[in-house]
């Protein structure tokens, strides 16, 4: 028998929530052609053009390797393409493509009518305070993560 039981483990919660979304997500953007990661890096090279793979990688929580996988596809599906950066001309920046941005425009259509859906379960004081404890759970996870011997 363990020290505390599974159901008590918020971390349990949380991972079953985290994969619940990653299905709904996948799910809807499957008409799309797009995986969950896929569309991850086109909506944040939306807002931030010519990132490179390893910020990207940083900001869609996947490794350097995964990212490179994810950007070599959708390179290969012609909605991204890389240029060397105009001083660094070893690292690589990615943009969308026109079809790029039309298969974003798709597929974010599809990921935000679940993340409405999901909204609407919530009053907004609810989604206020969800949106508040996890924060404060990331913020404590970051914390243990960055402590010595943690």
């Not at 499957?30 to 995986?35: D, H, N, Q, R, Y």
């Not at 944040?44 to 940083?58: E, F, I, T, V, Y």
């Not at 929580?61 to 012609?78: A, D, F, Q």
């Not at 999901?118 to 404060?136: D, P, S």
Request: proline share 5%; hydrophobic share 40%.
């Amino acid at each position: 028998m363990t020290s505390m039981p599974v159901s008590e483990r918020i971390g349990s919660h949380l991972k079953r929530a985290e994969q619940a979304l990653s299905g709904a997500k996948h799910a809807a953007l499957k008409p799309s052609g797009l995986t969950v990661p896929q569309y991850a890096a086109l909506l944040h090279l939306a807002d931030n053009p010519g990132m490179s793979a390893a910020a990207l990688a940083r900001k869609c929580s996947v490794t350097p390797p995964t990212m490179n996988t994810v950007l070599k596809n959708l390179r290969e599906r012609g909605l991204i393409e890389r240029t060397p950066h105009e001083w660094h001309r070893n690292i690589l920046e990615t943009r969308l493509t026109a079809e790029g941005e039309e298969v974003l425009a798709d597929a974010d259509a599809r990921a935000v009518k679940v993340e409405r859906g999901l909204a609407a379960e919530f009053t907004e004081a609810e989604r206020e305070t969800l949106i508040a404890l996890l924060g404060r759970c990331a913020g404590f996870l970051d914390a243990v993560r960055s402590a010595p011997g943690g």
